[in-house]
Every structure is written in C-alpha cells, then in structure tokens.
C-alpha cells in the first residue's frame, strides 16, 4: 500500500541505500537466504506485554494536522486528528496493536492530561528502553532512540522535529505556540511547539529537549514540516 503524502524523499533515499548495501554484502555472514535469498529485514512484535510503545511518524507536514491525512480530515479538533493520524500508522503502517494517541498539547488540554500515566517502561519500536515509567519519560533528556517509526526504520536526522505544543512534563507551556490549535499552517502566527526526537550536537542535551528543543526557543512556523510522537495508551 503506497504510503501518505510527504513521508519523506530523504526517507526512501536511505532506504535504497540500505537495500544496495545489503545486496553488495549478499552471501557473507549468516543471513538466512538461500542462494539468491539475501538477508530479510528484521520484524519486530506487535506489542511488548511489559512496556508501552512509542514511535514518531513516518510522515512529515505542517502544523494544520487535519490535512495530514484524508482518514483524519472530518475530525472536528487538531487533537483529535492527531489521534487518528498516530492511530492510522500504528495499524496500518506499524501492525501495532493497542490504543495509540499523540503526545500533544493545545491551548485548552494537555498531553499529561489527554495520556495515561503508566507505571510500565517505554520503548521504542524496537523495544530499546526510553524511560522506566512515565515520570522518567517526562524527564527525558534528548535521545537516539525516539528516532523509530511505527514500523522500526530509523528516521532521517534531516526531519528530527517533532511537534508537540507541550513541555517535558506534558504540560502547556508559555506562551501558548499550537499553530492555532493545530488547524494552521500559515507562516504567520505564533508557531508551534516542537521536540527533537535526536541527540543535536550543537545544542545542549538538557532535560526535556526531546518535547522543548532548545528550551525557550523550541517552536517553528506552522508552515514547516514535523513529525509527531504518538504513545501507546
């Protein structure tokens, strides 16, 4: 099934280079080919019993989150659009199973407010621990591992913002940037909130960078494209 709108060209450009890069390397090792077979990529659970998921999009777009995605389109709010966008690539795109909802905040609900607070460990797609639990998860530093989509495939550093309208702890900060409660993608505008799902080496590494990149300054015109995180309920 051909995937959403603006995924990505850097996406597939790494794609292929891996793809060639296993082809050149057919035959050595253990791969589990036969002649010819080359190795096959790996697959991950659809659920982890002790831990929760979470995953950023594959899909990039603007802060107007109800044109991401025609599924999406008729919901009446930006978070409840965000939900079904975060909904739609853990079952279609992921094979995940579970309730999956946008880490995300607006000008009237919090993320920590909208999500469960579970006592279990996160983990990436490819079940590499996050955090112990979800106050752990709301003092995360900046991390490599946010950087899986709902399928396992490590996403291009190039689209490494992730929006979120949200503080470490989930909270709404100040001021209030939410691209118009997630509706807008004008350039004009307060912007919107975003995190950086990786470890950027010019700016510090602080507490909370993941959800507040470069904390005071961490938003970015609503006409821009981002990323979501979406956290298994």
């Known amino acids: 099934m051909k995937r959403s709108k603006k995924w990505g060209?850097?996406?597939l450009f790494i794609s292929l280079s891996?793809?060639?890069?296993?082809?050149?390397?057919?035959?050595?090792?253990?791969?589990d080919g036969g002649s010819g077979?080359?190795?096959q990529p790996p697959t991950y659970p659809s659920s982890y019993p002790n831990a929760k998921i979470i995953f950023v999009t594959h899909t990039i777009d603007n802060g107007n989150l109800r044109g991401w995605m025609p599924?999406?389109?008729?919901r009446s709010t930006g978070l409840?659009?965000?939900?079904?966008?975060?909904?739609e690539h853990a079952t279609r795109w992921g094979n995940l199973s579970g309730t999956y909802k946008a880490w995300l905040s607006d000008s009237t609900t919090s993320a920590s407010s909208r999500l469960s607070h579970s006592?279990?460990?996160?983990v990436n797609r490819r079940g590499e621990a996050i955090a112990a639990n979800w106050t752990e998860l709301t003092k995360l530093r900046c991390t490599n591992s946010l950087n899986y989509d709902e399928s396992g495939d490590l996403m291009s550093t190039q689209f490494s913002l992730v929006w979120t309208g949200s503080d470490s702890s989930g909270n709404i900060p100040s001021p209030m940037r939410n691209c118009n409660n997630w509706t807008s993608e004008s350039a004009s505008g307060s912007g919107g909130w975003v995190g950086s799902a990786t470890v950027d080496p010019y700016w510090p590494n602080f507490d909370g960078c993941w959800s507040e990149w470069v904390d005071g300054?961490?938003?970015r015109d609503?006409?821009?494209?981002?990323r979501l995180y979406c956290v298994e309920q």
């Open 71 to 74: 599924e999406c389109s008729g």
């Open 37 to 39: 077979g080359g190795n």
């Open 222 to 226: 609503c006409d821009l494209w981002n």
């Open 217 to 219: 300054n961490g938003w």
């Open 80 to 87: 409840e659009a965000a939900d079904c966008i975060c909904q």
């Open 119 to 122: 006592n279990l460990p996160y």
């Open 9 to 11: 060209f850097v996406h």
């Open 18 to 31: 891996i793809g060639f890069a296993m082809i050149s390397c057919g035959g050595d090792g253990d791969g």
